[in-house]
Nanobody, 126 residues
Framework: QVQLVESGGGLVQAGGSLRLSCTAS????????MGWFRQAPGKEREFVAA????????YYSDAVKGRFTVSRDNAKSTVYLQMNNLKPEDTAVYYC???????????????????WGQGTQVTVSS
């Protein structure tokens, strides 16, 4: 099992930016597809973005496409989520997740990820 530790959340005004980081304990980090999910109070956990293990291709939800960028540094076993032009509806707890066996068609499904971080709060004020 891989331990994931997120950082970088906080309070920001609408239109501002934050960068989340997620560092993994895995020595084979490059083999993991990494995803970012978020959960607002009273809502289900939803897919935000993912970066596939082999290709490094990035995928986004429609809600964040064009505003968020996911990237990875395999040498540091870290995945990032750069969030620009934040909106109040982006307020949520953000989680990173990883899995070494996930397939492309399933990377938007929380149930397909084995390893999860503890979450970091992002609050966007209007």
């Amino acid at each position: 099992q891989v331990q994931l530790v997120e950082s970088g959340g906080g309070l920001v005004q609408a239109g501002g930016s934050l960068r989340l980081s997620c560092t993994a304990s895995a020595r084979t980090f490059s083999r993991y597809t990494m995803g970012w999910f978020r959960q607002a109070p009273g809502k289900e956990r939803e897919f935000v973005a993912a970066i596939f293990r082999s290709s490094g291709n990035a995928y986004y939800s429609d809600a964040v496409k064009g505003r968020f960028t996911v990237s990875r540094d395999n040498a540091k076993s870290t995945v990032y989520l750069q969030m620009n032009n934040l909106k109040p509806e982006d307020t949520a707890v953000y989680y990173c997740a990883g899995d070494s066996g996930i397939i492309l068609s399933s990377l938007r499904l929380p149930s397909q990820y084995d390893d999860w971080g503890q979450g970091t709060q992002v609050t966007v004020s209007s």
